[in-house]
């Protein structure tokens, strides 16, 4: 068993800001009617966005089915590691690309006499997307295609069992739609507190933790809700097993 | 050395793994082994504890309380997992996966589940007691802020102390109605 250690968390680190300085206050007023400078977006407004959000993602996870849903939510999250942790590595990556689009250009596909002195004219301009300041557009951007993308080729080979709507009834299907929902409420609080996290850098918020939307989710939830989201799952699976294929359980 | 939290959380992974190699259909069938030993720790409450330290007492055996009903608890969690792991246990018929990538999800995820049973509680009983490893020097006090946090998400932690045995007896209920007409 090993030693415990008591940790200090760690500092949060500042998100880059979407119209780039230091993080205002809060960022709301710009968008009061009556000009004043009031209050930055309270926690249950957030909430509602939030929310919102996930709502919708949850009626498109619905009509898609569970084994279209997983995609999204796989490229989510790794998109959200990625931009959120590694976005420096990200910026160079791009760099790279807009570099060889550039030599592309450049040369119109005739081969350079001396590669390496058109590789560094090409890479002289400064790079279009800021690691810093006004990095938050780019990220937001950048996250949306790839949820996107996810979308698009989980359309292409998920392959769902769906019948159309009118057979809902049907236990499978009905199981079916429901874990798609669930895992597009998931997509939508990953999408939201991606978002929302860039627009509203000073509302602090995160995916997990006592700053995350999740914690008043889970609390409101409770062990019930908990338990009965588990029997989704395992009902669905359960579903999902043939009486024919290739390997049989049981027999 | 090594924060108790991330040894826990390893544990949990491995089950995850197992579940990955065991698949679905029958690592649902140890979830039923494992929700039954939740509802029997559950409604043993303190007794179990009560009665390794009354055996540790008659053995004469001279170990510390705490580490003695650690250890009560932690020999009925492990004979459960025995039960669960070795020779025949319950399975879910049918062919597997449905497809390659949600099937291996679904393993992962009932396997993680399983986990999150066994080595929930086994965690929870751990904090509850204080540690009692670390009369045995292999671990040292205080447990870090993240475990704190992580050991209120254990199973017996969330299931509400009023209707906590009914809630898990439903579940149980549920698994065994999915396997009887499945």
Redesign the interface.
């Known amino acids: 068993?090993?030693?415990?250690?008591?940790?200090q968390?760690a500092p949060r680190r500042p998100l880059p800001l979407l119209r780039g300085g230091p993080a205002p206050a809060a960022p709301w007023p710009a968008w009061a009617h009556d000009g004043t400078a009031g209050a930055g977006p309270s926690t249950p407004q957030l909430e509602a966005l939030g929310f919102l959000g996930m709502g919708l993602f949850a009626v498109v996870g619905f009509t898609r089915g569970?084994?279209r849903e997983?995609l999204p939510l796989l490229v989510a999250l790794c998109a959200f590691v990625g931009i959120n942790n590694h976005w420096p590595a990200v910026v160079r990556a791009l760099h790279t690309v807009q570099r060889l689009f550039q030599l592309i250009l450049k040369e119109r596909g005739a081969p350079a006499q001396d590669q390496a002195a058109a590789w560094s004219a090409a890479s002289a301009p400064a790079g279009m997307v800021p690691i810093d300041q006004g990095a938050a557009v780019w990220q937001i951007g950048l996250f949306a295609a790839s949820v996107l993308a996810g979308y698009l080729v989980s359309q292409r080979i998920g392959?769902s069992q769906l019948a159309g709507m009118v057979t809902l009834a049907r236990l499978p299907d009905l199981v079916d739609r429901l874990v798609g929902a669930v895992l597009g409420a998931a997509t939508g609080y990953v999408a939201g507190t991606f978002t929302l996290a860039r627009l509203f850098p000073a509302a602090g918020i995160d995916l997990t933790g006592a700053q995350s939307f999740a914690h008043g989710y889970i609390d409101r939830l409770?062990?019930?809700g908990?338990?009965a989201l588990?029997?989704l799952?395992?009902?669905?699976?359960?579903l999902?097993?043939?009486?024919?294929?290739?390997?049989?359980?049981?027999? | 050395m090594i924060p108790v939290e991330v040894v826990f959380c390893f544990l949990i992974g491995v089950f995850g793994l197992i579940g990955t190699g065991r698949k679905f259909p029958v690592e649902l069938g140890a979830t039923i082994g494992f929700t039954a030993m939740l509802l029997s720790l559950l409604l043993a409450g303190d007794r179990l504890s009560r009665l390794s330290s009354r055996a540790a007492d008659a053995a004469g055996l001279g170990l510390e309380e705490s580490l003695v009903r650690w250890l009560g608890i932690s020999l009925f969690i492990g004979l459960w997992v025995g039960f669960m792991y070795v020779g025949q246990t319950l399975t879910f018929t049918g062919t597997w996966p449905p497809s390659r990538i949600v099937g291996t999800l679904l393993d992962a995820a009932v396997g993680l589940f399983n986990g999150w049973l066994v080595i929930g509680s086994w965690w929870h009983y751990s904090h509850a007691l204080g540690y009692p490893l670390r009369h045995l020097g292999w671990f040292e006090p205080p447990v870090s802020a993240t475990a704190e946090s992580l050991v209120s998400l254990t199973p017996p932690a969330i299931v509400p102390e009023g209707h906590g045995v009914l809630l898990v007896t439903a579940f149980l209920v549920f698994l065994l109605a999915l396997r009887v007409f499945r």
């Open positions: 068993m090993g030693q415990s250690i008591s940790r968390p569970a084994r997983w392959r409770g062990a019930p908990f338990f588990v029997a799952f395992i009902l669905f699976g359960v999902g097993l043939g009486s024919r294929g290739k390997q049989v359980y049981g027999s």
